[in-house]
């Protein structure tokens, strides 16, 4: 009986930057992933899944929240 594999919303592949292309399963204590769109696999075990995060476009800030520079305002009273 296969293993049912399980795509991961949003993550990006760390070898082609496809989005929405890997998929994951758990097998004998070790947890799989690889990417459909290339030849990317990798096999984590399970203890140090908690310790990564993968890779979404939900956890990573845009470009346009990059380039914004925080600047203070000084409000001044107009009478004086």
Do not use: H
């Not at 993550?11 to 690889?34: F, H, I, K």
């Amino acid at each position: 009986m296969s293993t049912p594999k399980r795509f991961i919303a949003g993550a990006v592949c760390p070898r082609c930057a496809a989005m929405d292309r890997l998929r994951t399963w758990e097998q004998n204590g070790v947890r799989y992933r690889d990417c459909v769109a290339c030849d990317f696999f990798e096999q984590l075990p399970i203890e140090e899944q908690a310790e990564s995060e993968l890779t979404t476009r939900v956890n990573q800030p845009r470009e346009s929240q990059r380039e914004n520079e925080v600047q203070t305002v000084r409000i001044l009273d107009p009478k004086k």
